[in-house]
Structures are given as structure tokens and as C-alpha cells.
């Protein structure tokens, strides 16, 4: 079965500190990937997507994502946080079939807290 | 353009109360789902819907029904309301079903049910 994991519930770094989110997936065929976002009481918004390509992905907000096939790892990344960052922060993979079935897969998120 | 829109945003039922939570999308998508949020569970997917009269089940589908029959609409109907369903509900939404297309999530009705 498709799933996801985000080993890490809960960051926390210093402002101007590098960051890194793992992500594991286990799917057997290519795999669409996600990383989203949640800003409190908010919806989820897209920070970067993995299709093909390129394994290393730009995404808003200054952050990147690279693909490793061989760890089935989907690793977000940004060099300097700022404390607007902090949220909590989904990766998901897409399933999705010629019938027209969609749907993504999450992990349980990881919860960035930034130190001022 | 406003999006995914979700109403309420918040609602509180007792056991065995029956509503409607409602999900418009005015970007014209083709697919649209319900999404359940639970700490520490990320987010499951209860329905989706790939066009207008077609409705599928998702991963976590009991106690839940949908109906589409406009491309813009996608309302959950919950017909008799448990405590396990106190959660936080989103409605997404893509520009066409069975593509890697981007998912556009709206602000989420957080439901409580005692």
C-alpha cells in the first residue's frame, strides 16, 4: 500500500538557520510528490511538486525539494528560515489512474516552530 | 476569482444531528474532494468526484455521502453525526481528474460533534 512518512512531528530552529523536512514514501510505480503547507487555521498550500525531471525542485517561497529514487525520499530544504515559515508542513504523494481515480497520500506533517 | 470555498467555518452538531457542509469552486475543475484532517493523522480522503454525476469513495468513506450535480458544487452530507467525526474538513479541487494536476485546497470547516 502507497504511504508516507515525515519521521519528524515537530522542528524547531532558530531564525536564519537551514532547514531540512524528510519525507519517505513507499509507492511502486513513478511517483508524483508534493510538499504542502499549513499556515494556522488555514487551508494547505503548494510549495513544490516532483513529476519527472529534474530531481532537484524549486518551489515558492524560496524552498527546494530533491528527489532520491534510491532512499524513496522527497527531502524540503531552505537555506534561511524567516519566522514567517512557521507552520506545518505536508508531504504527500499522487496516485493516480486512466479511469480517472485521484487521490493523495499524506504524511501526518511536521510542525515547524521558528526561535526568534 | 475566489477560489475553493468552504461554508461553515465552524459548526457544532450533537450526536445523531445531520448537516450539510458545503464546497464551491469557481475555477471551472473537473475534480473535486473532501479531505479529513486529525491530529497527528495528516489529511485522509474521505470522497472525491471526477465530473458532474460521478462520485467515488475514498480511503475513509462511512458515515458520509456526496452528490455532484453542477461542475461548481461538491457538498458532504453527514446524515447522522458521531464523535468520530469531530475533525477538521477541507474540500480541494483540480483542474482535471487522473493527472498530476495541482490540488487547490480551501480554508477547511472545522466541525465538532458532541
Known amino acids: 500500500a502507497q504511504s508516507v512518512t515525515q519521521p519528524d512531528i515537530h522542528i524547531t530552529v532558530s531564525e536564519g538557520a537551514s532547514l531540512e523536512l524528510r519525507c519517505n514514501y513507499s509507492?511502486?510505480?513513478?511517483?508524483?510528490l508534493f510538499w504542502y503547507v499549513q499556515s494556522p487555521g488555514q487551508g494547505l498550500q503548494l510549495l513544490l511538486k516532483y513529476f519527472s525531471g529534474d530531481t532537484l525542485v524549486q518551489g515558492i517561497k524560496g524552498f527546494e525539494a530533491e528527489f532520491k529514487r534510491s532512499q524513496s525520499s522527497f527531502n524540503l530544504r531552505k537555506p534561511s528560515v524567516h519566522w514567517s515559515d512557521a507552520a506545518e508542513y505536508f508531504c504527500?504523494?499522487?496516485?493516480?489512474?486512466?479511469?480517472?481515480?485521484?487521490?493523495?497520500?499524506f504524511g501526518k506533517g511536521t510542525k515547524l516552530t521558528v526561535n526568534p | 476569482n475566489a477560489g475553493v470555498t468552504q461554508t461553515p467555518k465552524f459548526q457544532v452538531l450533537k450526536t445523531g444531528q445531520s448537516m450539510t457542509l458545503q464546497c464551491a469552486q469557481d475555477m471551472n475543475h473537473e475534480y473535486m474532494s473532501w479531505y479529513r484532517q486529525d491530529p497527528g493523522m495528516g489529511l485522509r480522503l474521505i470522497h472525491y468526484s471526477v465530473g458532474a454525476g460521478i462520485t467515488d469513495q475514498g480511503e475513509v468513506p462511512n458515515g458520509y455521502n456526496v452528490s455532484r450535480s453542477t461542475t461548481e458544487d461538491f457538498p458532504l452530507r453527514l446524515l447522522s453525526a458521531a464523535p468520530s467525526q469531530t475533525s477538521v474538513y477541507f474540500c480541494?479541487?483540480?483542474?482535471?481528474?487522473?493527472?498530476?494536476?495541482?490540488?487547490?485546497f480551501g480554508p477547511g470547516t472545522r466541525l465538532t460533534v458532541t
Open positions: 504527500a504523494v499522487g496516485i493516480y489512474s486512466q479511469g480517472g481515480s485521484e487521490k493523495l497520500v
Open positions: 509507492y511502486g510505480a513513478t511517483p508524483y
Open positions: 480541494a479541487s483540480s483542474y482535471a481528474p487522473g493527472a498530476p494536476y495541482e490540488q487547490y
